[in-house]
């Protein structure tokens, strides 16, 4: 009898201790009496080190607020789900094509009140840095490490090719010409050099009518995916894989691996040519030191050359979801970030450029990436865009993505596809606006 | 249906070998690959043996990239799996054995229309409760924590009731109405007749509980937000998302590391396990 | 005699009190609030909103749905007869008097042992195109090796392919199924001179044909929710939605896109389809299955 017991107390001991174990919130006790709020971020690596100075720096700077930060991956999936749980960390670091979809769904918590204290307007900012934050006549976040995009491209294998390393191709058609020239085949007929893929890195699909002066709606009600622009845009990607074979193509991709890699194919030589972001030169610096490169605008369609140094611009962000315990504490942090000091040391420690109007001597002295000035040219110039502020965004975007597979596929014509996706998302936008206005008038 | 003929049992056997090649294969290229040096896991054309073994794949696979932030707790995920896996073991034996012996040997008025109800639940899809579930455990103040995942285990599941309670059925009642006489009450006829004679049953809904939290993807991928708190199969999916196209070998390893405890117990357990599958389907 | 019965009736209602507050709490309330969801306008950050019966309106327009629906059965229509084949045929080998039996039975059943995360990632690196073993393998027998996971027209197989490597569970059940089969059915079929596929046909498939039914069954829900392994192989159904099945919408809908009242309907639907492919199996299965003793 009293073996048993000791038998069924072990039992209730046991899950008693697993219970407790379990149920530990893992965060470090406040015994210091600070508050500590929690920030989840994207960054590894040398980005997140970046990163981690900041907060240290925060940190220090004070005494009543302690940032506890966590990477985590696929952190804007992690952080809307969170929030919907009613658990969301005080802090997080998503990115700016998120703000529309995640505002519309009180995810988001509006700064302005915040803002407005803090003395921070647009003035402080490169304007389209400031834009992307907004939404509906809210900010709802402010810019952490933003990002415009250029081509850059492999002085090296321009050499080899017999073009000028130092000249890259300033309208589309000099970049179908020295894709021409750039591309390789084995003696089986296998690609085994590109010059140039719009499939890869594959990140902005959704973004090429753009370029041709095209846009994804028109500001108000109405999808606008299937407009001339857009069409001879993708008529443009789907020239890409007719020349050079989908299936050949698929296969030369399906070689490729994770992007910040030594075996990513700029970064081993495979292509030559790629429409990427500012922080490209780090990941060269990184996995391919000593390759000779070169950063430029986007080249421009040989008719318009009014779309000359048009460029997406987009941002890491820094926002409080809806939820969060310690939103005072939270914004403290961010506005630390968005100082001068904050930005620059932020951004020279990922190498970007900073999204504020004021920048030191020393931090465009100091960078270590030769085109900074290119990039940060581009975002003032003006023509930029970014991601269509619609409440249907995250599926919108998916919707693109599926559509510019099947072009490149050559499953279907680019006119059939965008339509396809004007009407389905038409659907949507209209059932998010209509729901909208209902529940405005039952309020 | 015996194969007599020679040649009949010679196509057998040839069909055997030929198959269990096919079916060892991709384990066998799993563990293969996860002991070879980076370099080989591109060769081509691809090397069956590691040409110099590299067990320290498995220590960098579950400590990798320490550099800051970029890390897999792959520990922290195994702790946070086994412990998971001990608690809803445990609550699924304790609680279906009870509601099972009330349903088997129990008379009480609406337990027949009780059972059939629990019958019909079997048939509803997980997407049905998935949403309520995150909504109901939204107001619970679970979402981010392990509770979702181990709680209602304890509250028993229709599979496991129907299980047990077919197993209790076929002990003899003359046994427990013995136990009756002599003036045990419900409790102790349950603890100490009926637990002792079903062990084989309730070795099975351990096996399977067991399996099913080990495996269990969708339910870590909903509830679980804070990335320390993973399960090993969320751990891996993040890992594979965030690594995946480069370090083959130390994926592979990773996934070994998941595989091999459930073969482990697999060949400890094998008798139980196959009746229990095998039961699974005369029974249902 | 009637203090007994009460006392049986406490006690009853006293073991069985886990799984009444359970059958509440985790399956009858969230049923019941699922449909209510569902004709509502819900995103958890805002109270539902009942909006009639628009969710499964657009449901029927929408093409996204339609696909992911019409990929889901095409997979389940070859997974599961494959898988159900594949099944019998090993168990069939495996029943048929040969020495190591338990060795191959063990063979053919480890590989549905193995977690459904580790069997995608392990799948990733086999149909990998570039240095992936099975691409090795086609092109040294000279056979064109396809993009498995990159070309629309190949994902679905190249699932439906691997699915195949975990019917042990099937497997093991047909086993049970054969060894139950008495054994002189089959001696008065040698006296008749039958063949081996005349006693297939005659005695085995129907003696085992409940089997086939509940595996069946079991295959086609199991089907129809497939969700973990393409998430992670062909996320959001790459390429080009090939591979984008009905569970990856509906988890999109409710948990990226927080359209929680969509993502019920879509799942009364899944459950609607399921139910009436199981009754329309239980429905032939009355014309073929053969049930012992009646």
């Known amino acids: 009898m009293l073996s048993r017991l000791v038998k069924a107390l072990a039992l209730v001991t046991l899950v008693a201790l697993l219970y407790v174990g379990f149920t530990r919130e893992s965060r470090p006790a406040t015994t210091d009496g600070r508050v500590h709020i929690t920030y989840w971020e994207k960054w590894t690596g040398f980005e997140g080190e970046a990163m981690h100075a900041v907060v240290d720096e925060f940190n ?28 969301p960390p005080d802090v997080a670091g998503l990115w700016a094509d998120n703000i529309s979809a995640y505002a519309d769904k009180q995810a988001l918590l509006p700064l302005d009140d915040y803002l407005r204290q803090a003395g921070l307007t647009r003035d402080h900012y490169i304007p389209c840095y400031w834009d992307i934050c907004e939404y509906e006549g809210h900010m709802y976040a402010l810019p952490s490490a933003p990002h415009s995009l250029a081509i850059h491209w492999n002085k090296a294998m321009f050499r080899e090719a017999g073009l000028d390393p130092e000249r890259p191709p300033r309208t589309l058609e000099e970049l179908g010409h020295y894709t021409e020239l750039l591309t390789r085949r084995d003696e089986s007929g296998r690609l085994v050099q590109m010059g140039f893929m719009p499939s890869y890195p594959g990140w902005w699909n959704w973004a090429w009518g753009y370029y041709f002066g095209g846009t994804l709606w028109d500001g108000r009600d109405t999808i606008t995916a299937d407009s001339p622009e857009n069409i001879r845009a993708y008529e443009w990607v789907q020239s890409y894989s007719k020349k050079y074979g989908a299936t050949d193509l698929q296969l030369f991709q399906s070689g490729f691996a994770n992007w910040s890699s030594p075996q990513d194919p700029f970064l081993s030589g495979r292509v030559a040519m790629v429409l990427q972001g500012v922080w490209l030169g780090n990941y060269i610096d990184k996995y391919s030191p000593g390759m000779e490169w070169g950063a430029a605008p986007w080249p ?57 109007a004021e920048v030191s001597d020393e931090f ?80 | 249906m015996k194969a007599r003929h020679p040649l009949s049992r010679a196509i057998v056997y040839i069909l055997l070998l030929g198959g269990s090649f096919l079916f060892l294969f991709p384990l066998f290229w799993m563990i293969s690959t996860s002991l070879k040096p980076v370099e080989e896991t591109m060769a081509l054309p691809p090397r069956w043996i590691p040409s110099s073994w590299q067990p320290d794949n498995y220590w960098k696979a579950v400590t990798h990239g320490s550099e800051i932030l970029g890390y897999t707790p792959f520990l922290e995920y195994g702790k946070n799996t086994v412990l998971l896996c001990v608690l809803v073991v445990v609550g699924a034996l304790i609680s279906n054995s009870l509601i099972a012996y009330g349903f088997a040997r129990l ?90 004679l079903s062990k ?64 482990i117990l697999f060949f400890f357990t094998q008798r139980t396990f196959i009746q229990g599958v095998a039961v699974t389907g005369i029974k249902g | ?98 020495r190591g039996l338990t060795i191959y039975r063990t063979i053919f059943f480890l590989p549905a042992l193995v977690p459904m995360v580790a069997l995608a990632v392990l799948w990733l690196w086999i149909f990998n195109g570039e240095y992936g073993v099975l691409n090795s393998a086609l092109s040294s027998l000279g056979v064109p090796a396809p993009g498995w996971l990159t070309d629309p027209a190949w994902s679905k197989p190249a699932l439906v392919l691997l699915s195949m490597w975990g019917v042990g569970y099937a497997m093991v059940i047909f ?53 973990a392994i393409p998430y992670i192989m062909t996320p959001n159904g790459q390429p080009a939605r090939s ?52």
């Not at chain 1, 085109?371 to 919707?399: C, H, M």
């Open chain 2, 107 to 196: 008379r009480w008025p609406g337990r027949d229309v009780l059972f059939g109800v629990t019958l019909a639940t079997m048939m509803i899809p997980f997407p049905i409760l998935m949403v309520p579930m995150f909504s109901l455990f939204r107001h619970l103040g679970w979402i981010g924590t392990f509770r979702p995942l181990w709680i209602p285990a304890w509250f028993g599941s229709a599979f496991n009731i129907f299980l047990l309670r077919q197993f209790f059925l076929t002990i003899p009642r003359e046994l427990s109405d013995a136990a009756v006489v002599d003036g045990c009450s419900e409790f102790q006829v349950f603890r100490h007749i009926i637990v002792p």
């Open chain 1, 364 to 443: 465009i002295a100091a960078h270590p990436n030769p085109y900074i000035q290119v990039f940060i040219d581009v975002a003032k110039q003006g023509r930029t865009f970014s991601n269509p502020k619609l409440p249907i965004w995250s599926e919108y975007g998916n919707e693109m993505n599926a559509a510019f597979d099947s072009i490149w596929l050559q499953q279907t014509t680019p006119e059939e596809a965008l339509s396809s996706v004007t009407a389905r998302m038409q659907g949507r936008l209209d059932r998010a606006l209509l729901e909208r206005s209902r529940r405005e008038g039952s309020l």
């Open chain 3, 1 to 98: 005699m009637k203090g007994l019965s009460r006392r049986e009736m406490w006690a009853g209602l006293a073991f069985v009190s886990p799984w009444i507050v359970g059958l509440g709490v985790f399956l009858l309330y969230p049923i019941l609030a699922s449909l209510y969801y569902s004709f509502c306008d819900y995103s958890v950050f805002r109270e539902a909103r009942p909006i009639g019966a628009a969710n499964y309106v657009d449901l029927a327009s929408d093409k996204l749905f339609w696909k992911s629906l019409l990929n889901t059965l095409y997979f389940a229509a070859l997974s599961v007869p494959l898988g159900l084949i594949l099944a019998l045929a090993l168990a069939l080998l495996l029943n048929s008097g040969v």
């Open chain 1, 60 to 87: 220090r700077s004070q005494d009543r607020v302690y940032v506890e930060v966590l990477a985590i991956s696929q952190v804007n999936q992690k952080t809307l789900l969170a929030a919907a749980g009613g658990v």
């Open chain 3, 175 to 227: 086993l049970a199924g054969l060894q139950d089969v008495p054994v002189h059915l089959y001696e008065a079929a040698d006296l008749d001179g039958a063949s081996w596929l005349h006693k297939i046909r005659h005695v085995t498939l129907p003696m085992v044909s409940p089997v086939i039914l509940f595996n069946g069954i079991m295959g086609i829900i199991g089907s129809l929710q497939y969700f």
């Open chain 1, 300 to 356: 421009y369609p040989a008719d318009h050359p009014e779309f000359a140094d048009v460029t997406s611009v987009a941002s890491d962000i820094l926002c409080i979801p809806a939820g969060a315990k310690h939103p005072d504490e939270a914004f403290e942090f961010i506005a630390f970030v968005n100082s001068q000091k904050g930005m620059e040391l932020l951004n020279l420690g990922q190498r970007k450029h900073s999204p504020l």
């Open chain 2, 200 to 263: 084989p049953a309730l070795a099975v809904v351990a096996l399977f509980q067991f399996l099913f939290t080990w495996n269990d993807f969708l339910g870590p991928l909903i509830y679980l937000t804070d990335q320390r708190m993973f399960t090993l199969s969320l751990g891996l999916q993040f890992y594979q998302s965030q690594h995946g196209g480069t370090e083959w070998h130390l994926l592979m390893a990773a996934a070994t590391i998941i595989v091999l405890p459930v073969i």
């Open chain 3, 243 to 294: 591979a984008y099945f009905y569970a990856m919408y509906l988890y999109d809908n409710a948990f990226l896109y927080l359209k929680m009242g969509y993502a019920s309907a879509m799942a009364w639907i899944l459950f609607l389809i399921i139910l009436c492919l199981t009754l329309l199996s239980l429905r032939l299965a009355s014309r073929y299955v053969h049930y012992e003793g009646g």
